[in-house]
């Protein structure tokens, strides 16, 4: 089964449909079973905030855009947000369109790794997905602080950056963890296969490098990172956390490191995951944050958006996923 997405432009539910031909089903011919509750998106349409749907059309494994949210055509906000709480986006919509009702249905948003957000900003905000193109430019972004920082200083965001909430890692696993993976240490084991963040568009590697050395030493970070990426054991993702416990949910996978509000998500829908707490002293923790994008089209729209997300509703949202408010200096 080949790795590798057509491009950049992350075709996921061509990705997803190869994935299953991997998933140890007969090799004879059969009728397809479209798996929609292994498969994501996984929040029963809570994730599509258009009020006008019009037709729909989405088969699982086949023709489902994960993390295009909305209909950019009549939006009068539009957020690019990393893909690290995707889940937590349909609740903080809601709570944001309910507060303010002119914004209901109005609203589009895309939740891929940070990365591929600003090579697509830097595409003039056209993105294609196999033979699908579109062009949206966004009004708000929002990654880590570090990422968010760095698009300011080189001019992608104006303004300041707000943050709002920190994430810490954790070690995702099949549920009743048959791999019996207790520390990061673990992850090192030839035997253990895992799903990692990709380090060419997903800012979390590095911290997840952190807490293999903290774990380990740099041999630790060595072993998951180079030598088992080249024999196989460990899978980079292709497009981003999504893909790790779908990798676990086939039996693909034994762990992969994700933030902890990932893994208390896939347990609440009832996935068969669950997850491996890492010490403090060897875990990282990310702050995130949003900027205003520079010519932003709704700049009032998209400033109301990153004030709500440090507001106590939003943080309620968060928490509730295992976020801790952002405690900084403003």
Not at 40 to 56: I, S
Request: net charge positive; with cysteine; proline share 7%.
């Amino acid at each position: 089964m080949s790795r590798q997405l057509n491009g950049s432009c992350l075709v996921l539910a061509a990705a997803l449909a190869s994935l299953a031909l991997g998933s140890g089903e007969a090799a004879t011919p059969a009728a397809p079973h479209y798996r929609g509750a292994l498969f994501p998106p996984w929040q029963k349409g809570a994730n599509a905030p258009a009020t006008d749907k019009g037709l729909a059309f989405t088969v699982p494994e086949v023709n489902v855009l994960a993390d295009f949210h909305g209909n950019p055509a009549n939006a009068r906000l539009v957020i690019f947000v990393a893909g690290n709480y995707y889940f937590a986006m349909a609740p903080l919509v809601a709570q944001f369109t309910s507060a303010h009702p002119s914004y209901k249905g109005r609203v589009f948003y895309e939740t891929l790794p940070p990365g591929i957000l600003l090579r697509q900003m830097k595409a003039g905000g056209t993105i294609t997905l196999g033979n699908f193109t579109m062009t949206v430019k966004p009004d708000v972004f929002a990654a880590g602080l570090k990422k968010v920082k760095a698009a300011i200083k080189s001019g992608v965001l104006t303004g300041k950056a707000i943050p709002y909430v920190t994430n810490d890692l954790t070690i995702m696993i099949n549920k009743g963890n048959p791999a019996h993976i207790a520390t990061l240490a673990d992850l090192g084991r030839p035997e253990v296969r895992l799903s990692m963040p990709n380090p060419a568009w997903e800012g979390v590697a590095r911290q997840i490098k952190a807490s293999l050395v903290k774990a380990g030493g740099q041999a630790l970070s060595d072993e998951v990172y180079d030598t088992k990426v080249k024999s196989g054991a460990t899978i980079l993702t292709h497009v981003h956390h999504r893909q790790t416990p779908l990798y676990l949910m086939q039996g693909l996978a034994d762990a992969g490191v994700t933030w902890k509000s990932e893994a208390i998500f896939q347990e609440q829908v009832g996935h068969a995951i669950g997850h491996v707490d890492i010490p403090a002293g060897q875990n990282t923790v990310a702050i995130y944050a949003s900027a205003l994008v520079k010519g932003a089209a709704h700049p009032d729209a998209g400033l109301l958006w990153a004030q709500f997300l440090a507001s106590p509703p939003a943080l309620k949202i968060f928490e509730s996923y295992g976020f801790k408010a952002w405690k900084g200096s403003k």
